[in-house]
Structures are given as C-alpha cells and as structure tokens.
C-alpha cells in the first residue's frame, strides 16, 4: 500500500506561470517532508523540506505547503522557468531510523 | 569535492549472473540506502543501513544482497534470483540515523540481457 501519493503523473505550465505539484501520506506518524528534483538518467537532488511543526517554508521562487489535517502538501514553483522541467517526487519520513518514502513522481513540463 | 559516487554508470550483464553495483560517499555520512527507479513507480527502497557491519531489508530486498564493511562504501549484489534486475539504480546517504535529507548519486542503469 503506498505510503505517499503523486496522483498526477504530468502536468503542463506555460513558463512565467505558477506551477503546482500535489503530494498526499497515509502514515500519520511522518513528520518530515521533503520534495526532489531528477532529471532523466541521474540522481534526484534535494529541493525544499517541511518539518511537521511548521505549515509552510519558502526558498526563492519554491513554496512547500503542508495540511497535517488533510494530509497533504504541495510544492508552489512561482514563475515557473523552462529549466524546472523535470519529475519531481514527494519523500516523507518518520521521526527515528527511517528511511525516506517516495511518491511515483510528477513529471513537470514548462513550456515557453 | 564530497559526495556520492556510483559506478559504473552504465552496466550490461547476461542473465543469470550476479552483478556488484559500487557506492562510496566521502560526506561522512552514518546512513546509506539503495533504491531502484522503474518507470512509473517511483523510487523503491532496496536496502539500507545506519551504520558500519549493520542493514535492514527495504521494500524490495528479494534478489539483493548488501554488505557495510566500511562507513564509506555500501555495494549492492544484484543476484541470478533477482526476477527481473534491469532498472536505474540510485544509491543515497543521509548524515543521522534515517532522518533529514538524503543524498544521492548519479545512478547506475543496469541492463540484463
């Protein structure tokens, strides 16, 4: 049963716009967020984290957004830039030794 | 310059054979983990392990083989039981026991042919 969700396997954005990625977690003793960024044929590279104790946290043009009511989280890219295209995944961990879950990924395409 | 190197990059082995694939961290990080990437499932954790002489099956272990003789080093054995071994995979290391964010490598796709 998967622990963290991506239900959307693409999403299109015009560049200049803002762009929304949406992940959601069924284990409600995660409480540590993180979203990442792969390109095709490497490694995925750490964007923007959320610690349970906060709703929101900010890093130049990326917002992560957390509902622990619902859940849920997303990532805000605003504007989003041709260079952002990629597939970017939802991780979540449990306080303790656990090791990070990954959602399936949402492939991100910024069309200019 | 520290970080997490995967080699080779590219594999290619017959059926049937065990395959080692290579992890060496110089971040002095506790924690590593192997995940595979198949396409439209995600990242799929393998194995890890939170300390030297130490590891834990993942989500996926059957077919795989681990060992951490040394802090830096974390090689995965792809075995002949392992149904079907073609796949990218991703070794990763994270600087406490399991928390925090984890830093991967480029990735090594193995082809079985």
């Known amino acids: 049963d998967q622990q963290v969700k991506q239900n959307s396997p693409s999403l299109s954005v015009q560049e200049g716009r803002i762009s929304i990625l949406n992940c959601d977690y069924t284990?409600?003793?995660?409480?540590?967020f993180l979203w990442y960024k792969k390109y095709p044929a490497e490694g995925p590279t750490f964007l923007i984290s959320?610690?349970?104790?906060?709703d929101k946290n900010e890093d130049g043009r990326f917002t992560v957004f957390l509902n622990k009511s619902a859940k849920h989280l997303s990532l805000h890219i605003v504007p989003s830039q041709p260079g952002d295209s990629a597939v970017y995944f939802c991780a979540a961990s449990a306080s303790g030794n656990t090791p990070l879950v990954f959602g399936k990924g949402t492939r991100l395409s910024v069309i200019a | 310059d520290g970080g997490i190197t995967q080699s080779p990059k590219y594999l290619f082995r017959k059926e049937g054979q065990n395959v080692t694939l290579s992890c060496e961290q110089n971040?002095?990080?506790?924690?590593m983990y192997w995940y595979r990437q198949d396409p439209g499932q995600g990242l799929r954790l393998i194995y890890y392990s939170q300390i030297v002489n130490d590891f834990q099956k993942g989500d996926i272990a059957e077919g795989y083989s681990v060992s951490r003789e040394k802090k830096e080093s974390f090689p995965l054995t792809v075995t002949s039981a392992q149904k079907n071994p073609t796949a990218f995979y991703l070794c990763?290391?994270?600087?406490?026991?399991?928390?925090?964010?984890?830093?991967f490598g480029q990735g090594t796709r193995l082809t079985v042919v």
């Open positions: 959320i610690s349970s104790i906060k």
């Open positions: 284990n409600s003793m995660f409480d540590y």
């Open positions: 971040l002095n990080h506790d924690a």
């Open positions: 990763a290391s994270s600087p406490r026991r399991g928390l925090g964010e984890a830093f």
